[in-house]
């Protein structure tokens, strides 16, 4: 019995060595690890354009080609198009910032004289409070934290996170073409019957992942373009394609993002005085209505399939970790992930509760 603990005791030592250097290797590479990840998820939404492509007679190594090809194309007409007036708008922007928030904290001054809240000559404690230049610089750096959070912090000691997500795009093309002979690979790493029943969850773990993320670039792009066409008809044409774009990109995060994207727009409204900031209200509350009640539906449709605390949680996680990608991607990760433990685990185990209750049902 003594040899025998022994034996175990080594054995367990041995695991937990062998733990720790997998988690200090992990640890190490852990760049590597998230622009694969952003890789995956940029392979599993081009997938069906590629598939598309297979089925109309065209090789899968050129699809792919062709795909990125259109891709880039696409991504250069539309910087050439619009991206002078957008970084124009966006730095005008910032250069009025101050001078809108002075607007804000003298409307609020003014509704507290006339509410009794504060006397008339004297200075309101949020008036005190309410520093627009301060204010403008703290606006500036979170929204720097917003967008690229710690991603920068994870990949710069590789290549930095511009040059990440471009090797991203370069490993999602080299999954795309050769995805058959990688994914076999892969799979044929584990034991039957494990190999079979992973080979069958490639599919379906795709096609969630990559359908969550075109349905939000989707709904994104359709809210960005309503709401610089709104926002013109309200009297902000001079920001209103700015303003539009910054609350797209944002409503890419989901649950925080429209809510983030409308505050630069309100800021605005209500230094144009009058009614514009009920008007701009009521456009982001409308527009915000439609994305929850039809947009999001019929374009992300239950893509996800999990509970909206867990994806939640992923927003809140990814976005801490690495900015506006990680509440990106992080979602689609768990939702792939959620998607190979219900059909791997938990479903085999309720089956097999379910035959060993009628067995003793039987007997």
């Given at each position: 019995?003594?040899?025998?603990?022994?034996?175990?005791?080594?054995?367990?030592?041995?695991?937990?060595?062998?733990?720790?250097?997998?988690?200090?290797?992990?640890?190490?590479?852990?760049?590597?690890?998230?622009?694969?990840?952003?890789?995956?998820?940029?392979?599993?939404?081009?997938?069906?354009?590629?598939?598309?492509?297979?089925?109309?007679?065209?090789?899968?190594?050129?699809?792919?080609?062709?795909?990125?090809?259109?891709?880039?194309?696409?991504?250069?007409?539309?910087?050439?198009?619009?991206?002078?007036?957008?970084?124009?708008?966006?730095?005008?922007?910032?250069?009025?910032?101050?001078?809108?928030?002075?607007?804000?904290?003298?409307?609020?001054?003014?509704?507290?004289?006339?509410?009794?809240?504060?006397?008339?000559?004297?200075?309101?404690?949020i008036s005190q409070l309410f520093d627009p230049q301060a204010l403008t610089n703290w606006v500036i750096r979170s929204s720097q934290k917003v967008l690229i959070g710690g991603y920068y912090v994870v990949t710069k000691g590789i290549?930095?996170?511009?040059?990440?997500?471009?090797?991203?795009?370069?490993?999602?093309?080299?999954?795309?073409?050769?995805?058959?002979?990688?994914?076999?690979?892969?799979?044929?790493?584990?034991?039957?019957?494990?190999?079979?029943?992973?080979?069958?969850?490639?599919?379906?773990?795709?096609?969630?992942?990559?359908?969550?993320?075109?349905?939000?670039?989707?709904?994104?792009?359709?809210?960005?373009?309503?709401?610089?066409?709104?926002?013109g008809f309200l009297g902000l044409s001079e920001l209103a394609l700015g303003l539009g774009v910054i609350a797209g990109f944002t409503n890419l995060i989901p649950f925080f993002g429209p809510v983030l994207g409308s505050i630069p727009a309100l800021i605005v409204a209500t230094a144009q005085g009058g009614f514009t900031f009920l008007w701009?209200?009521?456009?982001?509350?409308?527009?915000?209505?439609?994305?929850?009640?039809?947009?999001?539906?019929?374009?992300?449709?239950?893509?996800?399939?999990?509970?909206?605390?867990?994806?939640?949680?992923?927003?809140?996680?990814?976005?801490?970790?690495?900015?506006?990608?990680?509440?990106?991607?992080?979602?689609?990760?768990?939702?792939?992930?959620?998607?190979?433990?219900?059909?791997?685990?938990?479903?085999?185990?309720?089956?097999?509760?379910?035959?060993?209750?009628?067995?003793?049902?039987?007997?």
């Open positions: 019995m003594a040899e025998k603990r022994i034996t175990l005791s080594i054995t367990s030592l041995i695991l937990v060595v062998a733990v720790s250097l997998l988690l200090v290797l992990l640890w190490q590479l852990r760049s590597l690890i998230v622009v694969l990840m952003i890789a995956v998820v940029i392979a599993a939404t081009l997938a069906p354009i590629i598939a598309v492509a297979q089925k109309l007679g065209v090789p899968r190594w050129l699809a792919t080609i062709l795909v990125y090809l259109g891709l880039i194309s696409i991504l250069t007409g539309l910087i050439w198009l619009i991206g002078p007036t957008v970084v124009e708008q966006i730095q005008r922007l910032i250069r009025k910032l101050p001078s809108y928030l002075e607007a804000v904290r003298a409307l609020i001054d003014n509704l507290a004289m006339r509410f009794g809240m504060a006397e008339p000559g004297k200075p309101t404690i290549i930095g996170n511009v040059f990440g997500l471009l090797l991203a795009f370069i490993l999602s093309g080299y999954m795309l073409s050769g995805s058959d002979e990688l994914l076999r690979d892969i799979i044929n790493l584990f034991p039957h019957p494990w190999n079979e029943r992973l080979a069958k969850q490639i599919k379906p773990v795709s096609k969630r992942m990559g359908g969550y993320i075109q349905g939000r670039i989707l709904v994104s792009t359709i809210l960005a373009i309503a709401i610089s066409i709104g926002l701009v209200l009521l456009l982001f509350v409308i527009i915000q209505n439609i994305e929850t009640y039809l947009l999001d539906p019929v374009l992300v449709g239950s893509s996800v399939k999990i509970h909206p605390l867990y994806q939640l949680l992923a927003v809140l996680g990814g976005a801490q970790v690495l900015g506006i990608i990680g509440a990106l991607i992080v979602p689609p990760w768990v939702a792939g992930s959620s998607l190979l433990l219900e059909t791997l685990y938990t479903q085999p185990k309720l089956l097999a509760e379910g035959k060993t209750l009628e067995l003793k049902n039987i007997d």
